[in-house]
């Protein structure tokens, strides 16, 4: 018979590692929302974000906290420029959808072959000088899945402050619910896009990060 500590374990265990997930479908899910935008490349962008992380961390001697302060701005004006250079001509067709897939899977392929070229297919790991398990009334947990966890969670919030609470997630708001409108009152469709596209990339980055 299994004991309930290892069946309470299990399912905390879990649950970390599904909040990690969903850090990583957050950047994915606001993009599909706001722009009716399938991201194929999210995901590479993610490991994209890993990858930087490695080479500052055990490249460069940088600490994991520091990578990370830099990493997700960077990130996020990656999201711009990428916007702004590959996807933002999708939207002057009568197809975006369809010619903005088209567009994400062909930047997907490029990030991972960039990558693939520039580290090889072996597995890489960073050392970050903690990890292991934390034991409390029994149960034992991975501290690196916490640590993930915890980012996560301040992240989500973070996302939901800025799209609800400041002005710029107003407009971006406004934006994808009624364009005409928006548009009437000042608010930009194309810059609200690119808010919305680098925040789902950084985003990416830190989930790529952690």
Avoid: C
Avoid at 9 to 19: M, R
Avoid at 25 to 34: D, E, L, N, P, Y
Wanted: proline share 3%; no cysteine.
């Amino acid at each position: 018979m299994v004991a309930p500590t290892t069946v309470v374990n299990a399912i905390l265990s879990g649950a970390l590692l599904g909040i990690f997930y969903a850090l990583v479908a957050s950047g994915f899910s606001i993009v599909w929302a706001s722009m009716k935008l399938v991201n194929v490349a999210h995901a590479a962008l993610v490991f994209f974000a890993g990858y930087v992380a490695i080479t500052l961390v055990s490249g460069f001697g940088v600490p994991w906290l520091l990578a990370l302060a830099v990493i997700v701005p960077f990130t996020f004006l990656v999201g711009g420029v990428l916007y702004q250079g590959v996807l933002s001509y999708s939207y002057a067709t009568e197809n975006f959808e369809t010619v903005s897939l088209v567009a994400t899977f062909g930047l997907a392929i490029v990030v991972e072959n960039l990558l693939l070229w520039q580290y090889g297919p072996a597995q890489k790991k960073a050392t970050v000088g903690f990890g292991g398990t934390i034991e409390v009334v029994g149960l034992r947990l991975g501290s690196l899945r916490i640590v993930g966890a915890v980012f996560a969670l301040l992240a989500t919030l973070a996302l939901y402050y800025i799209i609800y609470k400041t002005p710029i997630g107003r407009s971006v708001r406004a934006a994808w619910q009624d364009q005409e409108v928006a548009m009437l009152y000042g608010v930009n469709p194309d810059r609200a896009r690119i808010v919305v596209f680098g925040l789902a990339t950084a985003l990416a980055g830190l989930a790529g990060v952690l």
